[in-house]
């Protein structure tokens, strides 16, 4: 894994202490919490993410609209939090120019983390663009990979799934264990609707990606995603005429 050089509290610098583990009392009060959390405005979990994780707190964003209304309520709470990004090597330009706007407005820095090939030696290894032929091994070693090895050290993330976004999504609980990545994963915005979030950056001039505005409700790598017709389900544009539905990150079955 790659990634490029940040001063603020990162996953390096734990990389050798004692990791989280799941155990019952855990658990029990990672239920709790979330229970306590589950009306609670997503200012107020982020404070709780903050006051109970901080520094061994990350964040993992694509600057998704949802992703973007995180980070403009994270600048008011600790902009210390250690935010990345998973740089694909395939992510649009108008991705990677939202991250200078973010930062230009909040003064977060945000990492990118990516694979140790470029895109032309993994092309290369793999015969060619693995998204055209196999795009679960493509996420997997471009994304899960990538973001298994970065939250080494850290003990909770935060994500900016709603439940509302689709079928793998609805049961996401507040607080809960994530087994895919031995970490606790937090999800302030699960109770939040898309109007939720566009009143939001409407609101408080939030900057987000152009590509919203082009017929890109969901915005991924540029091979796998495309512009979605009125009336079809915001995530359509993902892999479509795949079966894939996600990348592999906030896979059902992966919430304790
Ligand atoms: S979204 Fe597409 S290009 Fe990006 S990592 Fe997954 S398969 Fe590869």
Redesign the pocket.
């Known amino acids: 894994m790659a990634t490029d050089t940040a001063l603020k509290p990162n996953p390096a610098m734990f990389r050798d202490e004692p990791h989280l583990e799941p155990t019952d009392e855990l658990l029990a009060e990672l239920a709790e919490a979330s229970a306590r959390l589950e009306t609670a405005p997503p200012e107020e979990i982020l404070r709780y993410a903050v006051a109970r994780f901080f520094p061994k707190l990350t964040m993992a964003t694509a600057f998704g609209p949802e992703g973007c209304v995180i980070l403009s309520m994270l600048s008011k709470i600790n902009k210390d939090v250690y935010v990345f990004n998973l740089e ?1 090597g ?1 992510q649009f330009r108008e991705t990677l120019e939202l991250r200078d706007r973010l930062a230009a407005k909040y003064g977060l820095t945000v990492a990118y983390h990516s694979h140790e090939q470029s895109v032309e030696e993994f092309e290369r290894a793999n015969g060619g ?3 055209k032929t196999n ?2 091994q ?2 997997f ?3 899960v990979k990538v973001l298994r090895e970065s939250v080494v050290g850290m003990h909770a993330w935060l994500t900016g799934i709603r439940r509302n976004q689709s079928p793998d999504r609805a049961e996401a609980p507040i607080v809960g264990w994530d087994s895919k990545f031995n970490l606790v994963k937090i999800n302030p915005l699960a109770n939040w609707t898309k109007a939720d979030v566009w009143k939001r950056i409407t609101d408080e001039d939030v900057p987000y990606n152009p590509l919203h505005d082009q017929g890109y409700p969901s915005i ?6 495309r512009s979605v017709m009125f009336g079809e389900d915001e995530r359509a544009g ?2 479509s005429g795949t079966a894939k539905t996600e ?1 592999g990150l906030h896979a059902l079955g992966d919430n304790k």
Do not use: A, E, F, N
């Open positions: 694909t395939y663009p693995l998204y795009p679960d493509c996420c070693h471009r994304k991924g790598c540029w091979p796998c995603t993902r892999w990348c």
